[in-house]
């Protein structure tokens, strides 16, 4: 009977009651609505259990017809204000635990991008601290759905934006449009995309402005769209039909020897600077118009260094509050002599990399040779590298007939 | 008095409704032999270890046994535990 939960946070009192007749007692008690229960006879004695609140309607019928009550055991809530009292502080002190966990757990903290590989980073972000979510921003003052919706209206390039907040750290997790590429769907010419020298044309739509052993510079027509009708050379003059010239979409292959050059050097001294592994951080607070060296040591313990400086700021209303972090790295330069042979043999390497970045993966050397353009006298070595390949210069290209 | 009861009996017979309701007769739930439910009872006359009198409408209610608690009291409603040897209805 009774909820015993409900009990607890009301308080309830275990009394003894004392003289003749307990049964007139408790009667009297239930019918003032007093509920009483675990009324047990303990030799003349009578325990019961009252609440709290019907504690003082029964003292008043003990007095009134002459029994004696007595107090044995207090419990539930409101019988722990003496604890409580006595551990003011700590339960302050837990108090304010959850009270700061929960505010330092309302702001976002940190912004992470993720999913972009042409919008820049920065531009997102920037984007998204228009709208309200940066570090420090209170999570309360923007809605996720408003900043994804202002997100897509803002950059025309995304898709999709999705994001998140997890703990402190809002996640922006977004799609970028795959724009379709621009296929010339009118007429179009085939035009060299390369400097070379024609050595196959196949035509398969057009007409063909070159021929192999033609040098062509990049941009020259080389199958054309526009089709100049030929007198038919089975037919007499006479019998000619007049025909107009056409536009077609130009289409074909054209394979040309291209030239490529690629240009690499060493010094026979070489200095060279590279990173030791000695590290140095020193750490500074940064509070509102001022910033605190929280270093004992001011001086680096190597001459060279290279710094890097990271900085973790929140932004308050009162100014800047974070900490900033200056790591020093050791640099160590590096005198290396290198014989001729050695030399030359690193420029030519610099030389092959340069020229092999202005090719094609896909085009097919056919000759190749190395020129070094320095003089013996001059303590760095020069190398040219010159290579030839035959490659598909062809490139589409729209003519723009609205312009006639 | 005695007429009106009969009555109402009659009504309540007719009606079907149950007469604990009407005639506000005792209502005895009796669970094992350990627990019992007393439901319009009038008061207690005696209560001790091994024996429990309860005031009903009519006569009273008189339970023998050992170890008796009165798990709880309520205006109309009593709650009893104990090890139960005999109930009996006296007037």
Not at chain 1, 147 to 166: C, G, P
Not at chain 1, 276 to 284: D, L, M
Request: glycine content about 8%.
């Amino acid at each position: 009977m009774g909820n015993s939960f409900f009990d607890r946070i009301g308080g309830t009192i275990k009394v003894t009651l004392r003289g003749k007749n307990q049964e007139r007692a408790i009667n009297m008690a239930s019918t003032r609505g007093v509920f009483l229960w675990d009324i047990k006879k303990r030799g003349d004695d009578l325990d019961l259990k009252v609440r709290a609140s019907g504690f003082s309607a029964l003292k008043n019928i003990a007095e009134e017809n002459g029994y004696e009550l007595e107090i044995r055991e207090k419990s539930g809530l409101p019988f722990f204000r003496t604890v409580i009292r006595r551990r003011l502080v700590f339960i302050g002190g837990a108090f304010l635990f959850v009270v700061a966990m929960y505010l330092l757990s309302s702001f976002v903290w940190s912004v992470e991008v993720g999913g972009n590989k042409t919008v820049p980073q920065e531009r997102i972000i920037v984007a998204a601290a228009r709208h309200g979510v940066y570090p420090g921003a209170p999570k309360w003052t923007f809605s996720r759905s408003k900043v994804e919706a202002a997100l897509l209206r803002e950059i025309d390039d995304l898709s999709y934006v999705q994001l998140d907040l997890k703990g402190v750290k809002a996640r922006i997790k977004v799609v970028e449009k795959i724009i379709p590429r621009q296929d010339i769907d009118g007429p179009g010419n085939i035009v060299a995309r390369k400097n070379g020298m024609v050595e196959t044309v196949l035509v398969l739509d057009g007409q063909a402005r070159v021929r192999s052993g033609d040098v062509v510079a990049k941009g020259d027509i080389l199958i054309s769209g526009l089709v100049i009708p030929e007198p038919s050379p089975y037919l007499a003059p006479e019998e000619q039909e007049e025909m107009e010239p056409g536009l077609v979409k130009a289409r074909g292959e054209v394979k040309a020897r291209v030239w490529y050059q690629g240009y690499g050097e060493c010094r026979i001294k070489d200095e060279h600077q590279y990173l030791g592994h000695k590290k140095q951080s020193r750490f500074y607070l940064i509070i509102p118009g001022r910033l605190l060296s929280l270093n004992i040591r001011q001086t680096a313990s190597f001459p060279a260094y290279d710094r890097s400086v990271r900085n973790h700021v929140l932004s308050t209303r009162w100014g800047e509050v974070g900490v900033k972090r200056v790591v020093l790295r050791e640099k160590i330069k590096q005198v290396t002599l290198y014989s001729e042979h050695e030399a030359l043999d690193r420029a030519q390497r610099t030389a092959w990399k340069d020229l092999k970045r202005q090719m094609d993966p896909a085009s097919h050397m056919v000759t190749s040779r190395v020129k070094m353009i320095s003089s013996p006298s001059e303590p760095i070595i020069r190398v040219k590298v010159i290579a030839e390949s035959v490659e598909n210069i062809a490139a589409a290209q729209p003519i723009n007939t609205e312009a006639k | 008095m005695d007429k009106k009861r009969e009555a109402i009996k009659h009504m309540a017979d007719m009606l079907e409704i149950p007469r604990d309701l009407v005639l506000d007769l005792p209502k005895l739930t009796i669970t094992g032999r350990s627990e019992i439910h007393l439901e319009n009872h009038r008061g207690i006359i005696e209560y001790s270890l091994n024996r429990v009198r309860v005031n009903l409408s009519r006569g009273y209610l008189e339970l023998e046994g050992d170890a008796f608690v009165i798990k709880a009291l309520l205006p109309d409603e009593l709650y009893i535990s104990g090890e139960i040897r005999s109930i009996k209805y006296l007037d």
